[in-house]
């Protein structure tokens, strides 16, 4: 499952660089997270409780920082989780990249190539979208809130397709 959302957060790029680059400060600020523990300088390890449908999860997993580059403001991440109670991992990757927009202003691109195995993988694509999308929205207002902006979630740009969708 690929997921990508833009948000606008009204705090500069190098501002907002320094405080997402801050994995257990960042996790803070997203929806569920029990707890982010630094492994070394590429590797945590964490839990997220989240509830998805009528099914709460409870997932404990590691996050590997595959690159970081402050020249260009990108970031990609492995994440792999699993849900003993259930029976459920999820593995793939993040990305994020900041776009200047003012000084002041930059837009936040988070994408997510995920692959959900188990009983995890059988909620179905519209429910995990959902959930992700009100995840990011919540994410985006609290990393606002805590680098002194705020943050307007973004319709993501499509590709023109013809009438046969190609």
């Known amino acids: 499952m690929n997921f990508t959302n833009h948000c606008l957060i009204s705090a500069s790029p190098q501002k907002l660089w320094e405080f997402l680059t801050d994995i257990p400060k960042v996790a803070t600020c997203l929806p569920g997270v029990e707890e982010v523990n630094k ?85 179905g694509g519209p429910m995990i979208k959902k959930k992700a999308d009100q995840m990011m929205a919540e994410f985006a207002s609290n990393v606002a809130e805590r680098v002194g902006g705020t943050a307007v979630m973004q319709e993501v740009p499509t590709k023109p397709t013809s009438m046969l969708g190609i």
Do not use: C, P, W
């Open 39 to 123: 492994v070394d300088d590429t590797h945590y390890l964490g839990i997220i409780t989240q509830k998805v449908g009528v099914v709460k999860l409870r997932l404990s997993g590691k996050i590997e920082i595959e690159k970081m580059d402050a020249a260009t403001h990108t970031a990609i991440m492995r994440v792999e989780a699993n849900d003993q109670r259930i029976s459920g991992m999820i593995q793939g990757k993040l990305t994020m990249n900041l776009e200047e927009i003012s000084a002041n202003e930059t837009r936040l691109i988070a994408g997510s190539d995920i692959n959900l195995f188990g009983k995890i993988g059988e909620f």
